[in-house]
């Protein structure tokens, strides 16, 4: 998956160069077609995955913890 979307960066980067508009519009659908898979890959998580597990697979920090309101 990682070196498919590589070479769709480099794909996206050399249409930039050529034709900008196509590679907007081709930037666009991606982002519609992220959006959802990221959506429906949320939607498929066990209940107890954990924020920082989450952040972990994701190979981002995690964030500060909320604090109680005590």
Do not use: N, W
Not at 11 to 36: M, N, Y
Not at 56 to 66: F, V
Request: net charge negative.
């Amino acid at each position: 998956m990682a070196t498919l979307l590589a070479d769709l960066a480099e794909q996206l980067t050399t249409t930039a160069a050529d034709t900008p508009l196509a590679a907007l519009r081709a930037a666009d659908v991606l982002e519609r077609i992220t959006t959802r898979a990221s959506r429906a890959a949320a939607g498929m998580l066990d209940a107890d995955v954990s924020a920082e597990g989450v952040a972990t697979a994701l190979g981002t920090p995690a964030g500060p913890k909320p604090q109680s309101c005590s």
